[in-house]
């Protein structure tokens, strides 16, 4: 009954693998070699993805002998212990049949379990089958276009189309996505929201060309990604130290960006200004508007060329004679005439110009010496005077000395006393402020103390957070892919009927155990029994057999009882070993018995038959051979 419901596990994992059985399979008697074989094969490609091999059995005995013996090679590669080789597929018993469909059974799970404790989402299901593509595609030889018909192959059992049709360059432009939309606590614009609904267009139509959109989008991805995580290292960094909210750092960091681009375009205009030579832009725009106001006379009042012009064209009619009309080669003349006089007054501003700044250098400079000596003079003024005042309230006091040196002495007394009074008020005032300084250090220790750890805290559940959130992840996309597998597996088979089959199995298995155990208890208990009688025995007989022979000496009755003894003694030697030689029999029957049995259930006589046609049918083959080779 056991072997049966092992069998039953057996074809029903095999028609998952994609075994076709019929549906009265369902026991190893019913296979037979070719099915062994499908099963074997089938096995073999779950478990190593690369093995290729028919399923079926060919017509040609020297091909069956080379198709079984990579099966066997195969096997043997996996750690297959037991006898194999080409006659376990074609010759062998159902038992040797079980014993090696459990072994490839038994690698299936375990193959699929480790990579059932992988993180398998759609990602990586699709990573596995781009892999997959890739690995088949490098294994197939590429061979030119020019050298096979339409630019196909055969390659894994099926044709593919070799080429680069579908290949381009990877070019990301920028696009733009709303912003915010996923978050209901930030408000939108009204306007914004109508440009997003309305005006925006989608970003497959951005992209001028189509096949960039997947390289922009991924782009742009991993910029967001890695900005996000730029963001994130800053604030656990820097953002959870300062005590700021997030808004607030920001602010703080933009302001500081804001400031250091400013003395960034401060110093570089400062260093353009310095390499030209002139100062800055704003103080040259002050000197050509004063220089202009203070010299009108340079006052551009129009070319000769332009009067003439003007002239020439007029609409007005003078009394004056008309100028005649100009050759090109004179107006080319004025006006290389006019652009040299132009260039010279250039040349004189532009010398002026340079002068003036070299002026206002000078100035500027000594006026700012003057501004120093200034301030030096104004303090020595202010210590001088201090002086003058104590020297004049001294040289006040000179007229009558003694009184004001007793009005001193009273004054400094006066001054000890309350200096005094002040200082014991202020040690009075100043032990309850110690003690209340010292609290407060140690309160705000204790605060700073606290304020640490709960930042350590933090740190700390924002990283179980982490690994929080990819644990969620990886279950749920485990989840994702169990419930997959689940919907893809046959509806037909009873779960439940097989998990109960399998108790019960290993129940029988526990029992049986139990069973051995308690023999081998029994065993124990008998054989120790047996020894302690034959330790028994061997010692009355000694006793028995010194006390007859002691009063064998006396008497001749006496001598034949130690005689009769003696032959007692060997005769149940004799009759204890009789015993030991049929229990030896007897285990030696059961074992002939087990394996004649074993030989019967290995099925030679039909295996012998099979043996004799399959030889029959190679002589035919070889003859057939053997003609053709006469034949040609």
């Not at 099966?71 to 014993?99: H, P, V």
């Amino acid at each position: 009954m056991a072997m049966e419901e092992v069998d039953n596990i057996i074809v029903a994992t095999l028609r998952e693998i994609g075994c076709n059985y019929d549906e009265g399979v369902s026991s190893l008697q019913h296979f037979s070699a070719n099915m062994v074989v499908e099963a074997c094969v089938r096995c073999l490609r779950v478990i190593n993805p690369d093995f290729q091999s028919p399923t079926l059995l060919p017509e040609a005995m020297s091909s069956r002998y080379r198709m079984c013996s990579t099966l066997a090679n195969a096997c043997q590669d996996l750690g297959y212990q037991g006898e194999i080789g080409y006659q376990t597929f074609l010759y062998s018993s159902m038992k040797e049949w079980r014993r090696l469909l459990m072994f490839l059974l038994e690698k299936l799970p375990r193959d699929s379990a480790q990579a059932a404790d992988e993180p398998m989402g759609t990602s990586v299901l699709l990573g596995r089958a781009i892999a997959a593509e890739l690995s088949l595609c490098m294994r197939s030889p590429w061979t030119p276009p020019f050298c096979k018909a339409r630019s196909t192959a055969w390659s894994g059992g099926e044709w593919w189309l070799e080429g680069s049709e579908g290949v381009h360059r990877y070019h990301a432009v920028d696009v733009q996505a709303p912003r915010g939309t996923g978050d209901l606590t930030i408000k939108i614009p009204k306007e914004l929201r109508h440009y997003y609904s309305r005006h925006m267009p989608y970003v497959s139509a951005q992209p001028r060309v189509r096949e960039d959109v997947l390289a922009s989008l991924l782009e742009r991805n991993a910029s967001e990604h890695a900005a996000q995580q730029e963001w994130e290292a800053e604030w656990n960094r820097f953002g959870l130290a300062s005590r700021l909210s997030e808004e607030e750092f920001r602010a703080r960091k933009k302001q500081r960006l804001k400031k250091r681009l400013g003395d960034q375009l401060r110093a570089s205009l400062q260093q353009a200004s310095a390499a030209a030579g002139l100062g800055a832009a704003t103080d040259l725009n002050q000197v050509l508007s004063s220089f202009v106001e203070r010299a009108p006379t340079y006052r551009s009042t129009g070319s000769r060329f332009q009067h003439a012009e003007k002239l020439q064209f007029s609409k007005e009619q003078e009394a004056e004679p008309v100028v005649e009309e100009a050759s090109e080669e004179e107006l080319q003349r004025r006006r290389e005439e006019e652009l040299a006089e132009l260039q010279e007054q250039l040349a004189g501003l532009t010398s002026q110009l340079e002068t003036l700044d070299l002026n206002m250098r000078k100035y500027n400079t000594g006026m700012q010496h003057l501004l120093e000596v200034q301030e030096l003079q104004a303090a020595k003024n202010k210590e001088q005077e201090e002086a003058f005042r104590v020297k004049k309230r001294t040289y006040d006091l000179l007229p009558n000395a003694d009184e004001n040196i007793v009005k001193l002495q009273e004054l400094i007394q006066t001054s000890a006393e309350r200096l005094a009074k002040l200082s014991s008020k202020w040690e009075e005032v100043r032990a309850p402020l110690l003690q209340q300084y010292r609290k407060l250090r140690e309160h705000n220790e204790t605060q700073e103390t606290e304020a640490s750890q709960l930042l350590e805290e933090m740190r700390g559940m924002r990283e179980r957070m982490k690994e929080v959130a990819d644990e969620t992840r990886v279950k749920d996309d485990l989840r994702k892919q169990l419930v997959g597998e689940y919907e893809r597996m046959g509806k037909d088979l009873n779960r439940v009927a097989y998990t109960r089959r399998i108790m019960e199995i290993v129940a029988n298995i526990r029992r049986q155990k139990e069973d051995i155990d308690k023999i081998l208890v029994d065993t124990r208990m008998v054989q120790k029994e047996i020894n302690q009688l034959s330790g028994k025995l061997e010692r009355i007989f000694t006793v028995t057999d010194e006390q007859v022979y002691r009063d064998a000496r006396k008497d001749e009755a006496r001598r034949a009882a130690y005689k009769l003894l003696a032959s007692l003694r060997e005769n149940c030697d004799h009759v204890v070993e009789a015993i030991k030689s049929t229990g030896q029999v007897k285990r030696e029957q059961r074992d002939l018995e087990e394996q004649i049995d074993n030989e019967s259930g290995k099925r030679v006589g039909a295996n012998l038959e099979r043996i004799l046609a399959d030889q029959e049918q190679m002589k035919k083959e070889n003859a057939q051979l053997a003609a053709r080779l006469k034949t040609s």
